[in-house]
């Protein structure tokens, strides 16, 4: 294997369920990683990857709220971010969320105090800005920001409800609610959701049960409903960042589908087979949509090449100049025998995990580099193979 191309591993020592990558930083690649655990003092580990010299810098910021659940990246400020946590108090466990804030300098380093009188280690500080309302009785809590640049709206999602919040420097309002409908006599909780980034970031769609629902934030309308989307309950959802109104489910089917919310009598591809247990997270690639990542309870990470249905078909490449041209009459036999190579269908299988794959994210700064998570608390980087990254851009 080139140098390169092998794996970076970081192992946490509590277990892990939740990444999410610095999405307002497009410079370097960095993430977040929340652990979860009830005894221990829980932590967030901000990972930044040096693509150069192939290492990896952290900094633990102390958590001492509880169990992470969910994290979430703001898209407009390097250093805010959302925390839904678990905690147990007076012998209750309760859900919560927290907009907080990791204290950076100028170049995104974190600002380290060491305690006066002591030869301890240096600490990151983690500033607790404001708390979101949450219901009592939630057993299910995530909060996602608004990725349009500009706007600080933050979608928390609580069981059946979905509440849209206007965050400011130390309150939030709410701007819009929407309760899920009873189906058949009964709740039908929330598992996942993601914002659509097209159209201004009008649509949110949550996984619910085997369903898939879009919501229409300005018309507090439903905006599609896509049902029976898996046949068992659909744990991830994520939209095209490059090409309307397709989006990627899988589920506890073992199944990755992707469909056209135009028309969603049928899934426009299924893969199958690929899986052995539940996959908990899909997800496009916000640069080149035909590359999409799968994660799932079988300890796997699988790379795919979808171009066939993505937003740059197979028969035309883009100039410099963004013209079209048709690649099969560049004189370079070379590069027409590499892209003919380029099938759709798995790129390749990831099994340096030892344990259900939770969380896997794109970096926000560069095309060829995602991050995977599994419980065990084991955080791995691995890029895009050359072969296919110079297939795409030659």
Avoid at 11 to 25: D, K, V
Avoid at 92 to 98: A, M
Avoid at 150 to 163: H, R
Avoid at 343 to 354: A, L, M, N, P, S
Wanted: aromatic fraction near 10%.
């Amino acid at each position: 294997m080139d140098l390169d191309e092998a794996p970076i591993i970081h192992g946490l020592e509590l277990p892990s369920r939740c990444i999410c990558a610095q999405s307002a930083e497009t410079n370097i690649t960095r993430f977040l990683v929340g652990t979860q655990s009830l005894r221990q003092e829980n932590q967030i580990h901000y990972i930044e990857f040096d693509d150069e010299n192939n290492v990896i810098d952290k900094t633990v910021f102390s958590h001492p709220f509880g169990e992470i659940w969910h994290l979430s990246a703001n898209y407009n400020d390097s250093q805010l971010f959302t925390s839904c946590y678990q905690s147990y108090d007076d012998a209750k466990l309760s859900l919560s969320c927290i907009v907080g804030r990791l204290s950076l300098d100028e170049n995104m380093k974190p600002n380290l105090t060491i305690p006066d009188g002591s030869n301890t280690n240096a600490a990151a500080k983690l500033e607790k800005i404001l708390s979101i309302e949450v219901e009592d009785n939630a057993t299910k809590l995530m909060a996602h920001w608004k990725p349009i640049e500009g706007e600080n709206d933050l979608m928390v999602l609580s069981n059946t409800k979905m509440n849209l919040y206007d965050v400011e420097r130390s309150s939030a309002a709410l701007s819009s609610s929407y309760d899920l409908p009873l189906r058949k006599g009964h709740l039908c909780p929330i598992t996942n959701g993601r914002w659509n980034p097209h159209h201004s970031g009008k649509v949110f769609a949550v996984a619910t049960e085997q369903s898939v629902l879009g919501w229409d934030v300005r018309s507090n309308q439903k905006a599609f409903f896509i049902e029976n989307a898996h046949g068992q309950l659909v744990r991830d959802i994520d939209f095209n960042p490059n090409k309307m109104y397709y989006v990627v489910t899988c589920g506890d089917d073992c199944q990755v589908r992707f469909w056209d919310t135009r028309n969603f009598e049928e899934p426009v591809q299924v893969l199958v087979d690929d899986h052995s247990h539940w996959v908990w997270s899909a997800r496009f690639n916000p640069f080149h949509d035909q590359l999409v990542l799968s994660g799932g309870s079988d300890s796997k990470v699988i790379l795919y090449n979808m171009k066939a249905i993505s937003s740059e078909p197979y028969d035309q490449e883009v100039s410099s100049d963004g013209e079209y041209s048709d690649s099969s009459k560049s004189d370079d036999d070379e590069y027409v025998a590499e892209k003919s190579e380029m099938k759709d269908g798995v790129i390749g299988v990831y099994e340096e995990h030892e344990d259900s794959v939770y969380a896997l994210e794109w970096s926000a700064a560069d095309p060829w580099t995602f991050a995977s998570l599994s419980y065990d608390g084991r955080f791995i980087i691995n890029r895009v193979p050359k072969t296919v990254k110079y297939g795409i851009l030659l």
